[in-house]
């Protein structure tokens, strides 16, 4: 199986702007409330948010964050983001699918929420490659996977654990949680 690609989320676009109910699912309000939680009282210079789909995340980011990138695939969700941040001066916007592209700079907090387990196992491998090289220390990278069945190339938690792996010990846990439906992990460099 292929990473998938930025037209099977367009597709998922074309038919809702919010296929994932991120802005009215009570699940995903609680899941971005521990994953804020677990960041601490820490306020970080510069934040990437990896798949930022249509910013809701991204815009709680920026409340801890100096500057905040959020990266997608496809356009049309980099469209709302840019639409529900826009009184956001220091929170951007790119259109990117990684692990081909990344953004240039250095970042002291890199968020994968819920974007893993769309990529094969050798481009989650490229990706972490990607993280350790615009990963300032002290940075951290905060993951968050579904753990739940899925037709997806892996599962959420054969993709962390692959992520985890490919950053051969040069990321220390400092958080982990499983909660009804995903799993966190906090690590820093």
């Known amino acids: 199986m292929k990473s998938r690609t930025p037209a099977h989320f367009a597709a998922l676009y074309a038919q809702a702007e919010d296929p994932w109910h991120y802005t009215n699912s009570t699940y995903e309000r609680r899941k971005y409330d521990h994953t804020l939680s677990?960041?601490?009282?820490?306020?970080?210079?510069a934040a990437l948010e990896v798949g930022c789909s249509i910013g809701v995340l991204t815009r709680r980011l920026a409340g801890r964050s100096d500057r905040v990138l959020g990266i997608d695939a496809v356009s049309a969700p980099l469209e709302a983001a840019r639409a529900r941040c826009a009184d956001l001066p220091?929170?951007?916007?790119a259109r990117m699918q990684v692990p081909r592209a990344w953004p240039r700079g250095r970042f002291d907090l890199i968020v994968l929420s819920e974007l893993l387990y769309f990529?094969?196992?050798?481009?989650?491998d490229?990706?972490?490659?990607?993280?350790?090289?615009s990963l300032r220390a002290p940075g951290r990278v905060l993951l968050v996977g579904w753990r739940g069945r899925s037709d997806d190339p892996v599962s959420g938690e054969v993709a962390i654990r692959r992520f985890i792996a490919a950053t051969r010990g040069r990321l220390r846990?400092?958080?982990?949680?499983?909660?009804q439906g995903y799993r966190l992990d906090l690590l820093a460099r």
């Open 173 to 179: 846990p400092l958080r982990h949680a499983r909660r």
């Open 90 to 93: 220091s929170v951007r916007f």
């Open 38 to 45: 677990v960041l601490g009282r820490r306020r970080f210079v």
């Open 126 to 133: 490229r990706c972490a490659a990607r993280v350790m090289r």
């Open 119 to 124: 990529l094969t196992p050798r481009d989650i």
